[in-house]
């Protein structure tokens, strides 16, 4: 019975001193959050855009679109994109109906839809490619993105900045309670996506102005150090 005991304390003691230690070691931590940003003019885009066709038939809309997705394809290759740059994204067939819940449903058509991908490289080109893709008969526009192509070797620098930026901050309070910052214990970097721009469906013959500006990069860290006497 004696030994039962003594062990039952001894198994007290040992939780009670392992639950005592993430308290007696967050007191000699301090965590901060740095942040640093990076702004950058894109140099690529990207645009998501199509054809929507109508037809009394399913084969009278699918023709229809397949025409003028081709005259579309070519103004854009015509422009100098390379084939890996266009892509296919989204291919659909849909019936259309008459919309007056007064009157019995009634088939008025179908409709097909054909949306592109695009890749351009050299943002200069960008409004001409726009020009070109709704003249030969692009009617709808999803979305438009400027992208920065060096993105990593910018982010690889505000990572830097942001982690030294931490460091400042640790020092400050560091100072503030008397100790000195220690080892890195903990990073955590939150995530951030850049911006893109969408666009509404455009029609042939309308301008096209396009301004992608600046880009920021921004990253943020949140870094734990131990603090020593």
């Keep these: 019975m004696i030994m039962t005991m003594s062990r039952s304390l001894l198994s007290a003691l040992v939780l009670a001193f392992a639950l005592a230690l993430p308290a007696q ?3 000699r931590l301090v965590t901060v959050t740095g942040e640093a940003t990076v702004s950058v003019a894109p140099d690529m885009a990207v645009i998501r855009i199509g054809v929507a066709s109508q037809g009394k038939t399913a084969r009278e809309a699918s023709d229809a679109n397949a025409r003028q997705m081709t ?15 266009v892509q296919t994204s989204r291919l659909s067939l849909q019936p259309q109906y008459d919309s007056n819940r007064n009157a019995p449903v009634r088939l008025l058509g179908f409709q097909a839809n054909n949306q592109l991908t695009v890749n351009i490289r050299d943002i200069a080109q960008l409004p001409a490619i726009l020009d ?3 003249g ?11 992208v920065v192509s060096e993105q990593s070797k910018l982010l690889v620098r505000a990572r830097g900045e942001a982690l030294a930026d931490a460091h400042r901050q640790a020092e400050l309070y560091a100072r503030a309670a008397g100790a000195k910052v220690g080892q890195v214990v903990a990073i955590a970097e939150e995530g951030s996506a850049p911006p893109s721009f969408p666009m509404k469906a455009m029609r042939a013959g ?3 102005p396009v301004a992608p500006g600046e880009q920021t990069l921004r990253v943020v860290v949140t870094v734990s150090y131990e603090l020593t006497p």
Aim: proline share 0%; net charge negative.
């Design 25 to 27: 070691a967050a007191e």
């Design 71 to 85: 005259a579309v394809l070519a103004a854009i290759k015509g422009a100098g994109i390379a084939e890996r740059d």
């Design 132 to 134: 070109r893709a709704i």
């Design 136 to 146: 030969a008969g692009a009617n709808e526009m999803s979305g438009i993105e400027f």
């Design 206 to 208: 309308a301008a096209v």
